[in-house]
């Protein structure tokens, strides 16, 4: 096999652990370390807080920065955000380096709605830099937007998309399930605009993406229901 693929961990919060678990099990990777901002986890390894006793070496630095003074990772996995602006930011100094990052921020999956400045200028440094960054996911970034573009690969015409988005959400006395669906109220997701977005893109709906993220995407009122 050719040399195994260096990776850190940005953001070691739940689905950053569930990240590096699942990173851990692929031979072609090495987890070279990790990165968050919590003083609680500082100077700790990525293998006694994710429960991988296997990862002997990998330590957790407070800073990007800090961490490139030890360890030259390839790619990074950013699981520290929701936003686009912000996640920019994070991200600015891996790209200046040339790295790949690869983010669960969910409004990355289709940056230019709410940072359209900051697309253009992320886009200008990677092409100088040979950066890359993608935002990917499961929900935004696979269930609800990539998914039913290839499912409606095989129609002629598309008139409309519903998707129904289930929640399980740990509460007193157990998890709750809690299914958010059509016109049944906020859910307060960060997701549903730039899931429009993109599925409008991917459909090549260029005319109505405006107006059908306004009209629902951005108030957070339909999880997606629109055509
Ligand atoms: N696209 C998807 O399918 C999808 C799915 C699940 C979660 N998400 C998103 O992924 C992100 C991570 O989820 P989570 O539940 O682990 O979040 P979390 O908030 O529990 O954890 C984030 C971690 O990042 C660290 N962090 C924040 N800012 C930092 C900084 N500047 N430098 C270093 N570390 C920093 C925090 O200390 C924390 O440990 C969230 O924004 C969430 O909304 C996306």
């Known amino acids: 096999m050719s040399r195994k693929i260096k990776v850190a961990?940005?953001?070691?919060?739940?689905?950053?652990?569930?990240?590096?678990?699942?990173?851990?099990?692929?031979?072609?990777?090495?987890?070279?370390?990790?990165i968050d901002i919590q003083p609680a986890l500082s100077g700790k390894l990525v293998g006694d807080v994710c429960g991988l006793p296997s990862l002997a070496k990998a330590k957790i630095y407070p800073t990007f920065e800090e961490m490139w003074k030890k360890v030259k990772p390839?790619?990074?996995?950013h699981t520290a955000g929701s936003r686009a602006k912000i996640?920019?930011?994070?991200?600015?100094?891996?790209?200046?380096?040339?790295?790949?990052?690869?983010?669960?921020?969910?409004?990355?999956?289709?940056?230019?709605?709410?940072a359209p400045k900051e697309t253009v200028a992320i886009d200008k440094l990677c092409r100088k830099s040979g950066g890359r960054i993608l935002g990917t996911g499961v929900n935004p970034g696979f269930v609800l937007d990539l998914l039913p573009v290839c499912l409606s690969g095989v129609c002629r015409s598309v008139r409309s998309v519903y998707g129904e988005r289930v929640v399980k959400r740990a509460g007193?006395?157990?998890?709750?399930?809690?299914?958010?669906?059509?016109?049944g109220g906020a859910c307060g997701f960060s997701g549903v605009a730039v899931t429009h977005c993109s599925f409008?893109?991917?459909?090549?709906w260029e005319g109505d993406r405006d107006a059908g993220t306004r009209a629902?995407?951005?108030r957070h009122q339909d999880p997606v229901l629109f055509g």
């Open 87 to 114: 996640t920019f930011e994070q991200c600015k100094p891996m790209l200046q380096k040339g790295l790949a990052v690869v983010s669960s921020c969910e409004e990355l999956l289709f940056p230019a709605h709410r």
């Open 216 to 218: 629902r995407g951005s």
């Open 200 to 204: 409008v893109r991917m459909e090549d």
């Open 172 to 183: 007193i006395g157990g998890i709750q399930e809690i299914v958010e669906r059509g016109k």
């Open 9 to 34: 961990q940005f953001g070691l919060g739940p689905i950053g652990q569930s990240s590096l678990r699942l990173l851990a099990e692929r031979e072609n990777f090495e987890i070279v370390g990790g």
């Open 74 to 77: 390839d790619v990074i996995v």
